[in-house]
């Protein structure tokens, strides 16, 4: 069994910075992180970034203010998060891969106030 934790969730205001980490544990083997997910209330799960082999990907409402990153050693992923605005306001998870199967954590809350 895998387990993915996410941390580095807060309340912040607008404008500001956070990083959430994505660390994997437990029966990690073939185990890949491979992006960042975010719900806001009554909206569905929706895509912020996506790494696959250090490629990233981002939504284009993030583009130019979020940065994914792996720290393979680690079997971690970060998401660094600048110029924070109200609507980035959600739960943020992180999402991987084991051959056909996908796992996700329990999500971290981010409120960015204005």
């Known amino acids: 069994q895998v387990q993915l934790v996410e941390s580095g969730g807060g309340l912040v205001q607008a404008g500001g910075s956070l990083r959430l980490s994505c660390a994997a544990s437990g029966s990690t083997s073939n185990i890949k992180i491979i992006g960042w997910f975010r719900q806001a209330p009554e909206n569905q799960r929706a895509l912020v970034a996506t790494?696959?082999?250090?490629?990233?990907n981002y939504a284009d409402s993030v583009k130019g203010r979020f940065a994914i990153s792996r720290d393979n050693a680690k079997n971690t992923v970060y998401l660094e998060m600048n110029s924070l605005k109200p609507e980035d306001t959600a739960v943020y998870f992180c999402r991987a891969r084991r051959g056909f199967a996908y796992y996700w954590g329990q999500g971290t809350q981010v409120t960015v106030s204005s």
């Open positions: 790494i696959n082999d250090d490629v990233p």
